[in-house]
């Protein structure tokens, strides 16, 4: 059977098309689709229709472009059992909206297997994209369903790995309840993301290399930025089980580092990282260890000046405070069995040499009521040299908390290395009061840079911030969701996120130590029963 002709151009069929084609026209002519009408279209769209359509022309692209001409961080949190489902809830409400993913933070239980959420979260936002997943104490977000902001605190279990910590097998047992993630993601157009790795060698295991950590870090800046110093790191340690102490990789980075660079994170943890430059991926290999991960933000020597200046500010939240005089060490011991120090010590100013018992009931007699309710540390003021390669040698004068242990008629125990005898010390307890009247001074410091934005044209707009609190302020100590409050106060339309760590890592460009708890200013990046927080802003 032969095809039918197609109809004529007098045909009724041809009249009728006609007919369409004009009053389509006319349709077109009338309702135009303006490039004010289609950037409200593409504002709308989520992420991935948002990207097609920046292939779409180059008119679109522009457009699509002046939508995402601001930075932006998004994030969200699921406590759905199953990773699967966890991992999609978040990464369809980080995606809801346009972002172009410039890095990817997830911090998840320990329920959960971190190689089986890389390969879940990599699937939906590329394999590309600088990415650090990491197990935490708990985490900090909106619910991804209900937009609900929950501090959930997980149970604390450290399992114990062999090898690499950050190659992680997904070994995990059976009864590990600990379910959820919460994950963020940021667009930080004027900035250059990547992940440097703190490697150590397997066949030299107690030599991590801080000298090439360092100068890692550098020359990512200088070869984005033509400068060294980054903008901000977010730091992801492996002290875990005692196996890595943050102390020195945190002083020589705070030696390193100019006070405007902004270092916060999570001491302790197990990680797995992906860094643009496929060379610095190193997680599950057989010749190094990874001991520490940064995020780091360096500045873009190319870019677009309309895009504005994106700065990091850190505020803390102090949670102990001073007990009792201050002491000199006279004896020290280190134990790398359980990696602790014996020490005994003299007061200041006195030559009397006190052994731990004594020191303690001192203490204790100073605590009164709060000696059965306090964890007890001591906070140990270090000035020692510091020197990277053929550097000159500079004097850094610092704070590190150390947690008592006990003391008996011989010592006093403390956990963790680095005490040197003639170093002073003096004894802090955590104290709930203290840390909620300084949440209430970050809350008004926020609120300050909030009215300030308000009020001026060229005052910073905050888009996003992130929270790193200490695991012990939960129940009995802050009752839920206060931690948070700063943010959900204040910024009631800025995304934000946060974990509870195992050591709170902060350091700005002003002392981060309250006023009346020292002397003289000290530099202290690793804090205890604290909750720091990262506000990033835009200067247009």
Known sequence: MEPKPPPSSSSPSSSSSSRNDTKLAKTTDFFPLTDDLLHNILSRLPAVSFASAACVSKSWNQLCNQVLSRPKLTS????????????????????????????????????????????????????????????????????????????????????????????????????????????????????????????????????????????????????????????GIILFGMAQEGLVDMKPILNILDYAMPKETVIVGDERGRFLYRSRNESQNFCGSAKYFTDAVALVFARDRNRDYGNGNIQFHVALSNGVSPVGPRYKAVSVKRNCSDHSTWLTAKLEGQQAVLDGQRILNDINNALGDHVDSSDLYIGVTKRRNCTIRSEKPRLITSLAFHGVVEGDEEYLYVSGEGIRTGDYFQFYRSDPEAAFHSINSVSQKIKNLKLDQNQKNRSPEIFGGLIFSCYGRSEPFFTSNTDSGPFV????????????????????????????????????????????????????
Request: charged share 20%.
């Open 489 to 540: 106060e204040n910024l009631a339309d800025v995304p934000f996120a946060g974990i509870f760590c195992g050591g709170e890592i902060g350091r700005g460009p002003t002392s981060l130590i309250e006023e009346g708890q020292q002397e003289s200013p000290l530099s202290c990046c690793l804090h205890v029963y604290s909750a720091v927080y990262l506000v990033m802003t835009c200067t247009p």
């Open 76 to 231: 969200a949190l699921s406590l759905d059992p199953s990773p699967k489902i966890a991992v999609r809830e978040v990464v369809d409400k980080v995606l809801a909206e346009p972002i172009r993913p410039h890095f990817v933070i997830a911090s998840v239980g320990s329920g959960f297997r971190l190689y089986e959420v890389s390969r879940l979260i990599s699937r939906r936002l590329g394999s590309k994209t600088p990415l650090i997943i990491s197990t935490s104490l708990g985490v900090i977000g909106r619910d991804a369903n209900t937009d609900e902001v929950k501090e959930v605190h997980f149970f604390v279990k450290w399992i114990s790995f062999g090898g690499d910590l950050s190659d992680d097998d997904g070994s995990i047992t059976a009864e590990d309840d600990n379910y959820g993630i919460v994950l963020t993601v940021g667009f930080v157009p004027g900035l250059v993301v990547d992940v440097v790795p703190l490697l150590r060698p397997t066949k030299e295991p107690r030599n991590a290399l801080l000298e090439k950590f360092v100068t890692d870090i550098r020359d990512f800046s200088s070869s984005v930025s033509g400068g060294k110093s980054p903008v």
